[in-house]
């Protein structure tokens, strides 16, 4: 796979994500307690023998970049790096990413230099774990100038996907972005010509493209020509190629998310918690995802009833029962608390006890979660500080409300208390 470069676009500002996309990128939001978005299509790469990686953002692009340069340094004998590309102005170009296509055109003469045969193009919000290799391999094999990989789904999602039509031999014929009503009725195909049996097919009956395309080099370059003004692949390149150039699907079997929104992320992260089996599995040795190693110190457990939940490094758990829940990285949870169905995040550093005391004793709430509180359907972002006998239950059922000024939200019914954000002694939401 020397002969491949492959190009992670961090998206735009991430509103539908926000408020954990206030203070970081898209790829740079928390995951399962110790990783981060962008560690997933980065592992991928690297187990896929994929050394030569970019990254494009354009918004709070700093701990983006701190995490890849913490995290991925190959050996001075390997040409291997992660490398970001934040927007830019540029004597050809003043303004910012105006899609996926348009931030790849805008630093194609930097990929052009790289002498590669083929273009991956991945996203950065997605939960998966996929063989590029093998997918590349394919892509050369079929002779198709661009592949798109796709994977077989229900009607009930597919109007939230870009469908496409096949013919026997899997090549592209037809596009439709999001599709509803008669027109998503027309996009229906026959699945079992990408290997699905008879009763896998009548359940998903659609092709659902997955964002995830490999373009041969001169394809990608004379179609960024061809349509200079077209700034998206997947909704105006792509479906205007498919005519004129070889356009293969490739079929991706396996579990596979798009994390895109507040309630996805947190459906994605407390599935990881299922038993005997979760969805997505950290543990496979052969195929690893890598994150920063930070040397924390085990998490330490002091009398606490705790179901379903995962655990990340360096917490102090005291007097305290979770359930069906993921922690971050130096998570503290305080005497007397219940926490249901939600994900900490836990903090980038440990508040020393004499420094906890002082904030006490000047009636400030230390980081962590205080005695007497009780979490359930939330989200915390990173150092929150939330008080003694809070309750964050959404006691109204409300479905959105942006209370920024009090340092949460609401998305989907949801809690979400913002990072760094404070919620007083006795709240009650």
Avoid at 35 to 56: A, E, F, G, Q, T
Avoid at 165 to 179: A, Q, T, Y
Avoid at 310 to 331: A, E, F, P, W, Y
């Amino acid at each position: 796979m020397k002969n491949v470069l492959a190009i992670i676009l961090g998206g735009g500002a991430g509103t539908r994500l926000y408020p954990l996309t206030k203070l970081r990128a898209k790829p740079a939001v928390p995951l399962a307690g110790k990783y981060r978005l962008i560690d997933i299509p980065v592992s991928n790469c690297i187990n896929s023998s994929i050394y030569k990686i970019y990254v494009l953002t354009q918004f709070n692009s700093a701990s983006l970049n701190r995490h890849l340069s913490r995290t991925y340094s190959f050996s001075g004998f390997h040409e291997g790096f992660v490398e970001v590309l934040a927007a830019q102005q540029t004597p050809e170009n003043s303004n910012w990413f105006q899609g996926t296509a348009d931030a790849v055109r805008q630093y194609m003469r930097l990929f052009e230099e790289w002498d590669v045969d083929d273009y991956l193009i991945l996203s950065g919000d997605h939960l998966y774990r996929m063989d590029y290799a093998d997918y590349v391999e394919r892509h050369r094999a079929s002779g198709a100038d661009i592949t798109l990989s796709v994977l077989p789904i229900d009607e009930k999602r597919a109007s939230d996907f870009g469908l496409i039509k096949i013919d026997n031999n899997g090549r592209i014929l037809d596009f439709s972005e999001k599709p509803k009503g008669d027109a998503l009725k027309q996009m229906a195909v026959d699945t079992t010509v990408l290997g699905l049996d008879a009763e896998q097919a009548k359940q998903n009956p659609y092709i659902a493209s997955m964002g995830i395309y490999v373009f041969k080099r001169e394809a990608l370059i004379r179609l960024l020509n061809e349509y200079a003004d077209c700034t998206d692949f997947g909704k105006e390149i792509i479906p205007a190629a498919a005519p004129q150039y070889k356009t293969q699907a490739y079929l991706f079997d396996g579990y596979w998310e798009d994390i895109g929104t507040i309630e996805a992320f947190y459906d994605a992260n407390l599935a990881l918690t299922q038993q005997p089996q979760p969805p997505f599995s950290f543990y496979d040795e052969k195929a690893p995802i890598y994150t920063r190693g930070r040397y924390l110190p085990p998490t330490k457990v002091l009398n606490c009833r705790i179901t379903d939940t995962m655990i990340g490094d360096g917490c102090i758990l005291k007097n305290c029962q979770i359930h069906h829940s993921v922690l971050g990285i130096r998570t503290r949870i305080e005497s007397n608390c219940n926490i249901q169905d939600s994900l900490i995040m836990g903090a980038d550093f440990y508040q020393q006890a004499d420094k906890r005391q002082a904030d006490i004793d000047k009636g400030i709430v230390p980081i962590g979660i205080g005695a007497n509180t009780t979490v359930r359907r939330a989200i915390i972002d990173k150092n929150a500080r939330i008080g003694r006998d809070v309750q964050l239950i959404n006691k109204d059922h409300v479905e959105e409300a942006q209370r920024e000024d009090q340092g949460f939200h609401i998305r989907s019914g949801i809690i979400v208390v913002i990072k760094n954000g404070t919620i007083p002694d006795g709240t009650i939401i």
